[in-house]
């Protein structure tokens, strides 16, 4: 009886202390619940958070709740919600939340303080957002325990707080790619002892040397400082640092040698200093087994590798180019079992490749060009079927090609111009390697004949004094470039050309091509240069040549062609025209008749002209009853008559206009110059203007050279409005004084400028393809260019951010341009591009110096939103403007067409807000190849992010051109070595993706400054 009481009173307790226990989960549940939804309200209801509905009372499986704990909420995580509302301070409700990620959303304004209030709170990502202003000195008003810290990928500016020390916890802090313009606290950071990560990379610090404080954190694994303005040398310091598995010091300013003690960190697996000065070479002892990646690449390295390089067996990148290394290529670097990526180009090398190369390792990329290596190349090079680019231009390697070579389908790259090599070039190269689209074999002594069939993947062709023959493949459906001049090609021409729909270049000179010019030849609408000189080509010119509507250069002298030159060529703007040395007759089109092809007709005896302004031509007579009709007489007496009138009149007024005034000119070069200011001003004519915009016009004129073909310069004449005109005074002395010191492969050349008291005229190298706008924004009609494919889109994007990236970064005093549109970039016959019209610029006189917004211009469309504001401005305003230009290549939009959607970045703005897939806002003729619309539509995002309201938040020059070089598919990082590779043209970027792999999305804020591993990229250990 006493045992049935004791059990009915335990009953009771555990019931009644049951129910307590679920009435206070209840509780604390309905607690939790109201919370989330009082987050959500103050929040704006955002729409990624739909989920939180009353009528799911099951929160922790809400979308965001990343995690509870005994019914309370301790972890969100709401990345990549395209949220831009301000975070709540509600959100601290949650007391025991302890982890906040809002990494890669649209947030902006200050560092948001109501965070202060999350007292469990110990991570906390607000990475990849539009933050600006300065981090509050009371920052360590956080929770105490904060364990993770990422600030990354904002637009925080000023000094870096001494507060930091107050998180005595933190493992991991990263406040890297901001614009922190000031310092860092190195006692502070130095005393976090906790610390696993650090990253300050890309930040315009202070110039200063690494501090020796960081070496106290022994528990460091990855210091991320690149690009942050660091000075003097690598301290000894940091060989304490043994637990280190990243070293990042990359594009600063050191100096001296690399240490040794680097060589010997057991744990290290990514080494990257390139963009210094580092002078020496590597450590002759090496024992850093894990090494993963080195790049010591773009510093200045004299001495030889050394052989104990091969004790790093899991080497998978090796990038030693841009310096000055001698002696050989080790033996054990062809070894090395792991190895994918080699690139040692631009030094000075010699001897052979490794005999073994590529044999026991899966060898993808090799660049070695630009040294002095001898010998074959190795036949293991392709033996594990992984290599996908070789280039080994500009060396002396002779043998044959291997046959090895012949059979790795993998390649995507070849380009092994500037050699020795002989014997037959394999055929199945041109057909049946289904990732191949360049090849570059010219100045060598290959053998061998073409298929009839080019594969369509193939978009560059370069095999010029080579000895080739066999007849011209009958199509090339993909083909770009095909240059294969002084070969021994033979045979016609096909008769159908419409398998070469996309050629904009053709160049087949110096072979013994035979029989006529077949009409089919319009088919190739984007036919830019055609080469057919000397050859044996026979028969009338067809009119169709006259009516390619981007032709600039035609040279088809040398030839044995008969009949009249036709009348369409009227139709032409030729830059280069040469038609000597052959059987033509008739008149020459009047368009034709000029001075700027005075060279064009030589050896031509039946051509003549109606004018006498070309000296090398007789004036062309009425061939019946061989006389002049009486009309003619008359005119022509009538016109003589006029003559002597104007003549004598003209020398009365040029008497009294001498009296009256002498107009003074003043010449000042700023290059070698075969011309002078007489040999400018004689040949600027109306009948010449190719352009006129809001501050002048601009002239094509043709000056004789030492060739046929002379030369072609453009001259900028701007508007006269009389001598006191101190606006255009200031915007040409502008233009002058940036353009004559700059020496860059993609900004436009000022050759000199010619001025007077009222006149003031700037001349410039000719770019052939005129504006990027003109190409982009296609007018209706006959003589339209037809649309740019999206490797083009992209090689121009990425060349015009590089002329950018130059003046904002590289310039002794950096520049803005101002005036960044589609317009102001010009395409040379190549498709390469460079920034042009500099009317706007101005030199900063350091770097980050803002200018008042009284001084800004722009065009409407391309205008950041500081223009409107009052506010100074900087550099950030030609990001902005290049931003709308990548807009415009993605989507074929104008900046500004004056509809309902006037604004292309508003209308870009929304369409990423609405989210979900993009691939619709990709222009019409780049969806037409789904293979380019994921790389598209991320460089449509990178626009996107450029022209973002807050200018601290937006990508500097550096990292777009960063960005755009990732996404190219169709060329090596060393083939920009095929441009002069010198100090003035900027440094080179590692990394280019190989290969065609798809590549993740990009995100607006994203900034990779991973490395490339197979075809993918991996961002930072952090």
């Not at 009348?567 to 000597?580: G, I, K, M, R």
């Amino acid at each position: 009886m006493v045992h049935s009481n004791l059990l009915l009173l335990f009953l009771l307790v555990f019931v009644t202390s049951n129910s307590s226990l679920q009435s206070t989960t209840a509780q604390a549940d309905a607690i939790e619940l109201a919370t989330l939804r009082k987050i959500k309200k103050d929040w704006g209801s955002p729409a990624a958070l739909s989920s939180w509905d009353s009528k799911n009372p099951a929160f922790c499986n809400w979308t965001g709740v990343l995690s509870c704990k005994n019914g309370q909420v301790t972890a969100l995580s709401f990345q990549k919600y395209h949220i831009a509302n301000p975070i709540p301070a509600s959100i601290c409700s949650l007391m025991n939340l302890s982890y906040i990620d809002l990494s890669y959303n649209n947030l902006t304004g200050e560092f948001p303080t109501a965070l202060y209030s999350c007292s469990a709170l110990q991570y906390l990502d607000l990475s990849n957002n539009g933050f600006s202003s300065t981090l509050p000195a009371d920052i360590n008003k956080l929770s105490s325990g904060m364990e993770h810290l990422n600030l990354s990928s904002n637009g925080f500016t000023g000094s870096v707080p001494s507060a930091i020390a107050g998180f005595p916890k933190l493992k991991l802090y990263s406040t890297d790619t901001n614009s922190f313009n000031g310092s860092y606290p190195s006692a502070a950071i130095g005393g976090l002892n906790e610390l696993e990560t650090l990253t300050l990379a890309s930040n315009p610090f202070a110039p200063g040397p690494i501090p020796d404080e960081f070496g106290k954190l022994t528990k460091l694994k990855t210091l991320w400082l690149s690009g942050m303005n660091l000075t003097g040398g690598i301290p000894d310091t940091l060989s304490s640092l043994t637990e280190m598995t990243m070293l990042d010091l990359s594009q600063n300013k050191l100096h001296g040698e690399i240490p040794a003690w680097v060589w010997k960190l057991q744990k290290l697996q990514y080494l990257y200093l390139f963009a210094n000065n580092f002078a020496g070479g590597i450590s002759p002892n090496i024992t850093a087994v894990s090494m993963l990646e080195v790049d010591l690449s773009v510093n200045r390295l004299t001495e030889p590798i050394p052989e104990t390089i091969g004790n790093m067996k899991n080497l998978t990148l090796l990038y030693l180019y841009l310096n000055n290394i001698t002696g050989l290529i080790p033996t054990s670097i062809g070894l090395l079992p792991n190895l994918k990526d080699l690139r040692l180009f631009n030094n000075s090398l010699s001897g052979a490749l490794p005999l073994e190369l590529g044999k026991h390792s899966p060898l993808g990329n090799l660049e070695v060009c630009n040294n002095l290596l001898t010998g074959d190349l190795p036949d293991t090079l392709c033996f594990n079927k992984k290599l996908y680019d070789i280039v080994v231009f500009n060396n002396n390697f002779s043998g044959v090609f291997p046959a090895t070579l012949g059979q790795c389908d993998t390649l995507n790259n070849i380009m092994v111009y500037n050699n020795r090599f002989t014997g037959d070039f394999p055929e199945k190269v041109w057909s049946a390697f289904p990732y191949l689209t360049s090849v570059h074999i010219q100045n060598n002594g290959f053998t061998g004949t073409l298929p009839s069939v080019i594969s369509s993947n193939i978009t560059f062709i370069e095999m010029g004094n080579n000895w080739f023959s066999g007849a011209v493949p009958a199509s090339a459906a993909g083909l770009k470039n095909f240059k294969a001049e002084n070969n021994r090609f033979s045979g016609p021409l096909p008769a159908n050309m419409s398998g070469f729909v996309n050629l904009n270049e053709l160049n087949l000179a110096g072979n013994m091509i035979s029989g006529s010019i077949p009409p089919s030849i319009r088919s190739s609408g984007r036919l830019n240069s055609l080469n057919l000189s000397s050859n044996q080509i026979s028969g009338a010119i067809p009119a169709a040549i006259g009516l390619l509507p981007v032709l600039t250069i035609l040279d088809l002298s040398n030839n044995e062609l008969t009949g009249d030159i036709p009348q369409e060529f009227n139709n032409l703007h030729l830059s280069v025209l040469n038609l000597s040395n052959n059987l033509l007759t008739g008149a020459v089109p009047e368009s034709l008749q000029s001075q700027a092809y005075e060279g064009a007709f030589l050896g031509n005896r039946g051509l003549c002209a109606m004018v006498t302004l070309n000296t090398n031509l007789p004036v062309c007579r009425y061939h019946r009853h061989n006389q002049m009709s009486t009309g003619l007489i008359i005119s022509a007496v009538l016109v003589g008559v006029a003559l002597i009138i104007g003549a004598v009149g003209g020398v009365i007024i040029q008497r009294q206009k001498r009296r009256q005034d002498v107009t003074v000119w003043k010449m000042t070069p700023f290059r070698t110059l075969d011309f002078t200011e007489c040999d400018i001003l004689t040949k600027l004519r109306e009948e010449d203007v190719i352009g006129s915009g809001g501050s002048g016009k601009v002239y094509r004129v043709h000056l004789r050279g030492r060739g046929c073909a002379g030369t072609m310069v453009a001259v900028k004449r701007l508007w006269s409005r009389g001598k006191t005109d101190a606006r255009l005074d200031k915007e040409f002395d502008s233009e002058v004084k940036i353009l004559g010191d700059i020496r860059h492969n993609n900004i436009v050349s000022l050759l000199c400028c010619i001025s007077s008291d009222d006149t003031k005229l700037l001349v410039y190298e000719f770019m052939e393809n005129g504006s990027l706008d003109r190409w982009l924004h296609r007018r209706k009609g006959a003589s339209a260019p037809p649309p740019l494919d999206w490797p083009t889109r992209l090689g121009i994007a990425i060349d015009a951010a590089r002329g950018l990236s130059y003046m904002h970064h590289e310039c002794a005093q950096p520049i803005m341009h101002r005036d960044v549109k589609s317009s102001n970039i010009l395409l040379d016959p190549d498709f390469h591009a460079k920034i042009a019209d500099f009317g706007l610029a101005r030199i900063l006189v350091k770097s980050g110096e803002l200018e008042s917004v009284s001084a800004v211009g722009g065009t409407f469309g391309y205008m950041a939103p500081e223009c409107g504001r009052g506010t100074k401005v900087n550099e950030k305003l030609d990001v902005y403007s290049f931003g709308v230009v990548l807009l415009e290549l993605t989507t074929g939009r104008v900046a500004n067409d004056g509809g309902a959607e006037c604004c292309l970045v508003e209308w870009a703005w929304r369409r990423y807000k609405a989210g979900g897939p993009l691939h619709d806002v990709v222009d019409g003729s780049i969806q037409d190849r789904p293979v380019f619309v994921d790389d598209a539509v991320n460089v449509f995002l990178l626009g996107v992010m450029c022209t973002g309201d807050d200018a601290p938040s937006r990508p500097s020059m550096k990292q777009v051109l960063q960005q755009l070089a990732r996404y190219d598919r169709t060329s090596s990082v060393a083939g920009a070595c095929r441009d002069d590779c010198d100090d003035s043209s900027g440094t080179r970027l590692p990394a280019a993706n190989k290969g065609g792999q798809d590549k993740s999305s990009l995100d607006p804020g994203v900034f990779w400054d991973g490395r490339e591993e197979s075809g993918s990229f991996v961002a930072h250990p952090v």
